[in-house]
């Protein structure tokens, strides 16, 4: 149909407006991004206009700042150094990491008055340099400031490198739902360092490692096979094996999203959700002391055997997964699992409820055929959900 057709019928004219955007954004992998001599930042912001200087704001992690105590000031002098290509319009200002930047509304309206009291506009650039809630935040601030101001992200742990920072969302919390406020924008780039991974404590490291095992479980069997042999180094921590685990769950990300027909999420299947469902509940139920892919682990322990005992999934794959889970870290067991409304209703059941109203639409569950091959449900059985979980709690009995 051609733009702008128009269809009547007795009572009503209606014209059809309609038109595409592309959307594009690199996404680039490095390490020392703030050396001098490593150009990919400037070469970045030049990409739309080379022959200019560009004005840009970084907010930066609190957390990640303490960690990395010469960060702002080998920023400042790789600004300096590049004088000709960035503007940067002052230090970098810091703002609080993990899940508190998120959950206090007036951040976002702090960080606007920065981009406010700074001119930034259009055609300058709010860059973000943390962990992926600080990503979230700066993401909503960008995209609402000026209707969308140039947003570079940097992610700077496991989980927003190789999951949030390549993705298409931002977003903070209120009334106490998880990313209540939040909208669907893309960035102008994103710009993975590895060394800021390394910097990074073990827990985290760990925890971002979940995003990986889910995704090549859903989408890449072959994925997972890199991950089990694999999984020493990767428990170790090798440089080399996390840059690969990043890099090729990143790209599968970028996959689903580029690809999978939906990026902005209008549908009810959310694939890249698998083992989500319960995780989203449990963070909750724990006050975030559990982090999200620690949570995320433990829910795709739960899927795997739902999937098995659903008939779905060979006996013995759910196991493999778990294994390999167990193998990078992570514990496949929270008590929290347990806790019921009450009603005397399992916590985690409510929680499936509560998914489906966030989505919007039919409940959609991504579930296993196969190691790689994620299948789509609607409908959830609580007998076999609490079976799956006392599976869980009995495989951790000494
Ligand atoms: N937008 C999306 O699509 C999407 C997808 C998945 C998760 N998320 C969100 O991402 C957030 C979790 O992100 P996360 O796992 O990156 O953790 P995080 O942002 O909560 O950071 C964890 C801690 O690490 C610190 N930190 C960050 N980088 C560091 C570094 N290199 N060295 C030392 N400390 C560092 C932070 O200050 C914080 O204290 C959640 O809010 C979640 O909702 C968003
Ligand atoms: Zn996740």
Redesign the pocket.
């Known amino acids: 149909m051609a733009t702008q057709d128009v269809k009547t019928n007795t009572q009503t004219t209606t014209h059809w407006q309609r038109f595409a955007v592309p959307f594009e954004f690199p996404v680039c992998f490095t390490e020392n991004l703030f050396a001098l001599d490593n150009t990919t930042l400037v070469d970045t912001l030049s990409r739309i206009e080379p022959d200019k200087r560009h004005r840009a704001l970084i907010f930066l ?4 700042a ?3 105590p010469t960060l702002i000031e080998d920023i400042v002098a790789y600004a300096t150094h590049h004088a000709d290509r960035i503007d940067l319009v002052t230090r970098p200002v810091l703002v609080p ?3 508190k930047i ?1 959950s206090d509304i007036h951040f976002v309206e702090q960080m606007q008055q920065t981009l406010y009291d700074h001119r930034i506009d259009r055609h300058s650039y709010a860059i973000a340099i ?7 935040a700066v ?1 909503l601030v960008a995209a609402t400031t000026h209707r969308g101001v140039r947003h570079i992200r940097i ?3 496991v ?2 490198q190789n ?2 920072g390549v ?1 298409v ?3 903070v919390n209120l009334y106490g739902a ?2 209540y406020i939040g909208t669907f924008a893309p960035p102008f780039a994103v710009l993975n360092d590895i060394s ?2 390394m ?3 073990e827990r ?1 490291k760990i ?2 490692m979940a995003e990986a095992v889910k995704v090549a479980l859903i989408r890449n069997g072959a994925f997972f096979q890199w991950l089990e042999k694999n999984a020493d180094q990767l428990a170790t921590f090798g440089k080399e094996a996390l840059a690969t685990l990043i890099r090729r769950c990143a790209e599968l990300h970028m996959h689903q999203i580029g690809h999978g027909g939906d990026p902005f999420e209008m549908g009810s299947a959310r694939p890249l959700d698998y083992g989500h469902w319960s995780a989203h509940k449990l963070e909750g139920l724990t006050r975030y002391h559990v ?3 620690e949570a995320v682990a433990i829910g795709i322990a739960l899927d795997a055997r739902y999937s098995v005992l659903s008939g779905l999934l060979d006996a013995g794959q759910e196991t493999r997964i778990c294994f390999l889970l167990e193998h990078l870290g992570f514990k496949l067991w929270h008590p929290a699992l347990e806790k019921t409304t009450a009603e005397g209703e399992l916590e985690v059941i409510v929680g499936l409820q509560e998914f489906r109203e966030h989505l919007g639409g039919e409940l959609t569950i991504t579930l296993l055929s196969d190691i790689g091959v994620g299948v789509e449900v609607h409908e959830m059985d609580s007998n076999l959900v609490m079976q799956s979980i006392q599976w869980l709690k009995a495989r951790q009995a000494p």
């Open positions: 992690d609190d957390g990640l303490q960690a990395s990491g993990g899940e998120k943390g962990g992926g809630a600080v990503l979230d993401g992610p700077t742990t989980l927003s999951d949030s993705g969302k931002n977003g998880k990313n800021f991974v910097g990074l404590g985290d925890a971002g982090r999200h892919g």
